[in-house]
């Protein structure tokens, strides 16, 4: 029974819930006791009426028991009958609605759009999660089940995957469940060049992922601005695609030969090793998952992963390889970025078209996976795959170990 909920200011009396040998104290709060009886049937104003009478009744005593207190609401609640006591004391479930039990004991209804997401970072699509989630559900509805141990309801995802979609579907949910449950750290590094959608990624996948810490490296840069003048560092306070111009050679120069463009790039780039360095070192440290993204982030910053750190590393370049789509993301970007900005990215296009193609050859070069971003539902659904399958290259648990 809850007994306690949103902050009353007028109400000082000490509430002490029991919890093993270590009771811990909380205040008793009517706005809880008020919905609680709701729940059982009650109107609100005679909910609030009951609460606030309860209240006074324990004015004062400076500290109850949950048991106490209990006895106190039946004692009021008795006038309604013995059939809104059981509801008090067993609120009624909606229709339909299944509780999954876990290890613990601890209960949680069933949520069909949080098992879908969990097959959609499986790697599967949204058609396809929605397809086994519902089929989940009816089966479970079929069965006239209430409660389902989180153990049994992975087990039966597994082998709807198999029978559904197909084994190598039902593998990656198994890696994925196992990543989530153990929360071991990865860290997944987003490049590209500006406007293939890199942010948008990883607000994606750190939904997905349930990954709280996300960076951007142009945030950093933006830091870094505020702390070292442009006179002192003017490669600094350029753009990637424009940082040539603060070059000693750049001068008087009519047209950017590709190697000028990329130094410039790289020289900003390495500026920003140290702060991204900083971060992932941090991210280690705290043993956190970390999603950083930016053009800036480079291959070399692998290298500055200690070879012991429990933490699995997913590079990833994202490209845009129709010129097109690409200047029409910059065009709508203005309608969600200052027009400047975005009048500036279409001005310097060719610079940044040159850039995604360094950025590219960089990435075959050393084998980082390449991405083609023309369609938000497939990339997300290929990126998926894509860390599923680095997760699973450590993964060798059978389903009765993944959710035993």
């Known amino acids: ?95 339909g609605t299944i509780l999954v039990r876990d290890a613990k004991g601890d209960t949680t209804q069933f949520s069909r759009q949080r098992h879908r997401r969990v097959l959609e970072a499986s790697g599967l699509s949204y058609e396809e999660s929605t397809v086994v989630t519902t089929a989940i559900f009816g089966h479970l509805l079929r069965k006239d089940l209430i409660e389902i141990a989180a153990r049994h309801l992975g087990l039966l995802t597994y082998r709807y995957l198999r029978l559904i979609v197909s084994p190598e579907a039902a593998r990656r949910y198994l890696v994925m469940t196992n990543h989530l449950r153990r929360e071991k750290p990865i860290l997944i590094m987003i490049g590209g060049a500006p406007g293939t959608g890199k942010s948008a990624l990883a607000t994606e996948l750190a939904q997905r992922l349930e990954i709280v810490r996300t960076q951007s490296t142009d945030l950093l840069r933006e830091v870094m601005r505020m702390m070292i003048p442009e006179r002192l ?84 370049t994202l490209a845009v390889l129709n010129r097109q789509i690409l200047r029409d993301r910059f065009r709508g970007r203005g309608e969600q970025i200052d027009a400047r900005r975005a009048d500036r990215y279409l001005e310097h296009f060719d610079s940044i078209w040159r850039l995604q193609s360094y950025l590219l050859s960089e990435a075959d070069r050393l084998h980082t996976p390449i991405i083609i971003n023309d369609n938000k539902e497939q990339i997300i659904q290929e990126v998926m795959v894509t860390v599923v399958d680095r997760l699973s290259e450590q993964f060798s648990a059978t389903p009765n170990q993944v959710f035993g």
């Open 1 to 95: 029974m809850a007994l306690h909920g949103e902050l009353n200011c007028n109400m000082a009396k000490t509430l002490v819930v029991e919890s093993g040998d270590h009771p811990e104290k909380i205040p008793f709060l009517r706005g809880i006791l008020t919905r609680s009886l709701q729940k059982a049937g009650m109107s609100f104003e005679e909910a609030y009426a009951l609460a606030d009478a309860v209240r006074e009744e324990i004015s004062s005593t400076e500290e109850i028991t949950t048991d106490e207190l209990r006895v106190k609401v039946e004692e009021h609640i008795a006038e309604f009958g013995p059939a809104f006591r059981q509801r008090y004391r067993n609120p009624p479930t909606a229709a």
């Open 233 to 316: 560092l003017p490669v600094l306070h350029k753009s990637s695609y424009d940082a040539w111009q603060a070059l000693p050679q750049s001068s008087k120069i009519q047209h950017v030969p590709d190697d000028l463009l990329m130094d410039g790039f790289r020289a900003q780039a390495e500026l920003l090793t140290v702060p991204c360095e900083a971060v992932i070192k941090r991210s280690l440290r705290e043993q956190t998952s970390l999603i950083i993204e930016g053009v800036h982030v480079q291959h070399s910053l692998l290298d500055k992963i200690p070879d012991m750190a429990d933490t699995i590393t997913i590079p990833i």
